[in-house]
C-alpha cells in the first residue's frame, strides 16, 4: 500500500537535490531556486548562533516552510529528497497504530499534507482534519488530496480550527519544531522557558482530545535534557500506552525520533 501510495503522487527518492532541482527548472531558474535556498539555511544558521541555547535541526523556520510549498510539485521535491525514507518509516508505523485511532482524527503541524492523505486511505471511515500554520503547505495538501480523490479529509489553517473534540490527535515532527528544544549547557532560565514552551504545546494538544483520547506523536529525539523535561511535563496530561525509539535518513543525515502513544488522563 505504501508503494502504491508513493507511486501515485510521485514521491520518488532523490539523491542530490540540486542537480534535480537544475533538471526540472532549467539553469536559470533552477539556480535561482537553489540561491534563495541556500540563502534561507544561512538565516537559519545565523539564529542559531544567536539562540545557541536551541538545536539548529529543530527550531522551525517559517519562511523555509512557505518558500519549500511554493507550489505542489516543488513541495513533492523537497519531499522526495529529505522525507523519501523518513515517510516510509512513519507510514509502516501509522498502518501498525492506527488500530488505536478513533473515528475524528486532527493532525497538527500536517505540512503538505503526504502523511494526513496515507491515513486517510487506511482509514477510509474516520474522518480527518489536517492543520499548519502555513497556508501555502496546505496548498499542497488540498493539491495531493484532490489528485487522489479522497473525501474523508479536509485541511484547515491552524487559527481557524473548531474547538470541537477529537478521539485521536496525531503530532509528527510538529513539537520541537515550534518549541525548539535545549542542550546540556542551557541555564536554567532557558530550561525554565523551554519546559513552559513544551507544557503550553502538551495542554493545546490535551484540550482538543475527548476524554481518554488518544495523542499519537513521532518527534524528534533531541536529547537527554530536553526529553528529561517532556517526560516529567507529559506525565500531566497523558498515560503513556507505549513508546519507542525511531532511526531515519532525511537527505543524507541520520536522524533520531521517538514514537510516543498516550492516552489523555486529565480534564481540560
Not at 50 to 75: K, T
Request: net charge positive; charged share 30%.
Amino acid at each position: 500500500m505504501i508503494d502504491e501510495f508513493l507511486n501515485k503522487i510521485k514521491l520518488e527518492r532523490v539523491h542530490e537535490l540540486d542537480y534535480e532541482i537544475l533538471k526540472r527548472y532549467g539553469v536559470q531558474k533552477g539556480n535561482q531556486l537553489i540561491f534563495e535556498m541556500e540563502k534561507l539555511f544561512s538565516l537559519s544558521e545565523q539564529r542559531v548562533k544567536q539562540r545557541r541555547d536551541i538545536d539548529p535541526y529543530v527550531l522551525r523556520q517559517p519562511e523555509m516552510v512557505n518558500f519549500c510549498n511554493q507550489n505542489p510539485e516543488f513541495s513533492l521535491l523537497i519531499s522526495s529528497y529529505y522525507d523519501y525514507h523518513t515517510f516510509r518509516v512513519f507510514m509502516k508505523k501509522l498502518s501498525v497504530y492506527h488500530q488505536y485511532f478513533g473515528e475524528k482524527i486532527l493532525d497538527v503541524g500536517c505540512g503538505n499534507g503526504i502523511l494526513t492523505c496515507f491515513l486517510s486511505l487506511l482509514m477510509p471511515d474516520s474522518h480527518i482534519v489536517g492543520t499548519d500554520i502555513s497556508e501555502k503547505a496546505l496548498g499542497s495538501a488540498v493539491f495531493i488530496r484532490d489528485k487522489l480523490n479522497l473525501k474523508n479529509v479536509e485541511f484547515i489553517p491552524h487559527q481557524k480550527i473548531s474547538k470541537s473534540k477529537f478521539n485521536t490527535v496525531i503530532s509528527i515532527r510538529c513539537m520541537h519544531e515550534n518549541t525548539g528544544a535545549i542542550q546540556e549547557t542551557a541555564s536554567k532560565r532557558q530550561a525554565n522557558i523551554y519546559e513552559q514552551a513544551v507544557e503550553k504545546y502538551l495542554k493545546s494538544i490535551a484540550a482538543y482530545l475527548e476524554s481518554e483520547g488518544i495523542f499519537f506523536s513521532i518527534e524528534r529525539d533531541a536529547g537527554k535534557i530536553s526529553e528529561m523535561y517532556l517526560e516529567k511535563t507529559a506525565k500531566n496530561y497523558y498515560h503513556v500506552i507505549h513508546k519507542e525509539k525511531m532511526l531515519c535518513i532525511e537527505g543524507k543525515e541520520k536522524a533520531e525520533f521517538q514514537l510516543r502513544l498516550s492516552k489523555k488522563s486529565c480534564i481540560i
